[in-house]
């Protein structure tokens, strides 16, 4: 069922949204050759916590981190680890959010660790304008398949692979709501977008092909060639006036 939030739920929101990107914001700066997955992870975790909020992705489904961390051909879900260093010329995906007053922010982005290919650079920049495309489309009377085609054509126009697996979703009370906002689809197809939705839209974006495997750990999620990924995300609220960026710094 898709929650519509009223005027006041989405104030309640922003607040919720504004820690989420500025928790993004500092573990991003803290992405440097040598340093680890778990120190980056706990950089989020205490700006969150200092803000009075909670890492609404510790003990979700049973994940045992605040951030979800995934290195170079990693897409999602890697594992904070003090044995993880970042090395020079990396791409960096960190994923988190904070809940407070009983609402949730989600948002994601990639970082380069010093300096970085073309290639990966060329990647993260596409991923990055994929994810306003598709934000563009979020307005009332578009479809969910509006947002996906705007994703899926830029990035297959580039060569890129659009990752089928995992998809962007509602967000509100519950961190993953309904609807399910995939990167991919047709237009004019699904359901219709109304005020009062609040969405995160998170393009996951493949240097090769769009397919992904799952690693023993039952979490990391990787390209099955072994390619570069990216992931960009902003959890956005489709209003009268157009899509609105809550997690914007």
């Given at each position: 069922?898709?929650?519509l939030?009223?005027?006041?739920?989405?104030?309640?929101?922003?607040?919720?949204?504004?820690?989420?990107?500025?928790?993004?914001?500092?573990?991003?700066?803290?992405?440097?050759?040598?340093?680890?997955?778990?120190?980056?992870?706990?950089?989020?975790?205490?700006?969150?916590?200092?803000?009075?909020?909670?890492?609404?992705?510790?003990?979700l489904?049973?994940?045992?981190?605040?951030?979800?961390?995934?290195?170079?051909?990693?897409?999602?879900?890697?594992?904070?680890?003090?044995?993880?260093?970042?090395?020079?010329?990396?791409?960096?995906?960190?994923?988190?959010?904070a809940?407070?007053?009983?609402?949730?922010?989600?948002?994601?982005?990639?970082?380069?660790?010093?300096?970085?290919?073309?290639?990966?650079?060329?990647?993260?920049?596409?991923?990055?304008?994929?994810?306003?495309?598709?934000?563009?489309?979020?307005?009332?009377?578009?479809?969910?398949?509006?947002?996906?085609?705007?994703?899926?054509?830029y990035?297959?126009?580039?060569?890129?692979?659009?990752?089928?697996?995992?998809v962007?979703?509602?967000?509100?009370?519950?961190?993953?709501?309904?609807?399910?906002?995939?990167?991919?689809?047709?237009?004019?197809?699904?359901?219709?977008?109304?005020?009062?939705?609040?969405?995160?839209?998170?393009?996951?974006?493949?240097?090769?092909?769009?397919?992904?495997?799952?690693?023993?750990?039952?979490?990391?999620?990787?390209?099955?060639?072994?390619?570069?990924?990216?992931?960009?995300?902003?959890?956005?609220a489709?209003?009268n006036?157009?899509?609105?960026?809550?997690?914007?710094?």
């Amino acid at each position: 069922m898709v929650v519509l939030k009223s005027s006041r739920e989405l104030e309640l929101m922003k607040e919720a949204c504004k820690i989420s990107a500025e928790a993004l914001m500092v573990a991003g700066e803290a992405v440097k050759p040598g340093v680890s997955t778990w120190e980056i992870d706990k950089v989020a975790y205490d700006f969150i916590k200092k803000h009075g909020a909670e890492p609404n992705f510790l003990g979700l489904y049973d994940f045992p981190a605040t951030a979800c961390i995934s290195i170079n051909n990693e897409v999602i879900h890697g594992i904070p680890s003090k044995k993880r260093i970042v090395q020079e010329g990396d791409i960096v995906s960190i994923d988190l959010g904070a809940k407070i007053h009983g609402y949730n922010g989600d948002n994601a982005a990639t970082f380069a660790a010093g300096t970085c290919s073309p290639e990966a650079k060329r990647l993260m920049d596409t991923t990055r304008e994929a994810l306003y495309k598709g934000i563009e489309q979020a307005v009332p009377g578009n479809r969910i398949g509006d947002i996906g085609h705007a994703v899926q054509s830029y990035c297959e126009e580039r060569g890129y692979g659009v990752v089928r697996d995992f998809v962007g979703h509602g967000v509100g009370k519950e961190l993953h709501e309904d609807p399910s906002v995939p990167n991919f689809g047709h237009e004019g197809r699904g359901i219709r977008l109304l005020p009062g939705m609040t969405l995160a839209i998170e393009p996951m974006i493949n240097q090769g092909t769009y397919k992904v495997k799952q690693l023993s750990d039952g979490w990391t999620v990787v390209t099955a060639d072994g390619k570069l990924s990216a992931h960009f995300e902003n959890t956005i609220a489709i209003t009268n006036n157009g899509p609105v960026i809550l997690t914007k710094v």
